[in-house]
């Protein structure tokens, strides 16, 4: 597709900033959101979006799914909701042979909503069709499209009648990112834009074969082993009462993260250089994605939460 990697590294990095301009017509303000989105559907992870109801989780995903050119779909997660509500289900057909019929994961985007609301047996089989990237249906197996990308939100306020993901299946998204509320002149922006007629004309910026391509890409670009080093070594940190714990592991956590924290840091470091036209990543491009690759893997003990430090304190500690 393109002559050398350096000429699809200036590519990537241009699609980059063209998909942030088209989606911000329609998303203002949540730029690191996004940014961390685009990360990890070019680095071929799942990510996992935390805050209050509101803040146009939604519509940014759908947003993205339209800029990229791919087909999405939108679960609601609810407490009935069945594992076959969502990977699809046999059904007899008029001939009296079975025939199995593709439930909503058989898309590029799915928006899990609302994760925490559905029991353990249907987040399982989500996060199995994550990590498998196939639906196993009566003994036979159904591929998923390629890309494939999950986007759950979660809810953090209203825990009663919640089901929050064990930190085992916390561990498939490579990402866990926080969205906070708008600035006052966003705000303003939102408000103005959202409450006219206003209609906005999104263009497709690149399609399925690219992004395929760009995932590749993501991973061929070569990295120094000082910066692996380190990436792994970060997480060493986290691990108390192992060799190359920090003290504040020690003293404040009760779990740290496992291996897939250091492939995901690799991999988003990778991706990071990458949009800004970096041909090789840096310490500075795994600091840039440790947050949020750290944030969901490791578990604070009673000591922590009683001093009230969070886990965005400790990562800052770490890094």
Known sequence: MYKSEVEA????AESYQEITKEVGKVIIGQDEVLKAVLISIFSNGHCLLVGVPGLAKTLLVQTIAQVLDLSYNRIQFTPDLMPSDITGSEILDENRTFKFIKGPIFSNIILADEINRTPPKTQAALLESMQERAVTAAGVHHSLPSPFFVLATQNPIEQEGTYPLPEAQLDRFMFNVWLDYPSFEQELNIVKNTTSNKVVDLKKI???AQILYFQKLVRSIPIADNVIE???SLVAKTRPGRVGASPEADKYLSWGA??????FLVLGAKCHAAIHQKFS????????????VLR????RNYKAEAEGISVEAIIEKLL
């Not at 590294?9 to 990537?12: I, K, T, W």
């Not at 969901?296 to 578990?299: K, P, T």
């Open 206 to 208: 690149i399609n399925a």
């Open 281 to 292: 990543p840096d310490i500075e491009d795994v600091k840039a994605v440790a947050t949020a």
């Open 230 to 232: 380190y990436a792994v």
């Open 258 to 263: 496992g291996p897939r924290a250091s492939q």
């Open 296 to 299: 969901h893997r490791i578990v």
């Open 9 to 12: 590294v200036a590519a990537l």
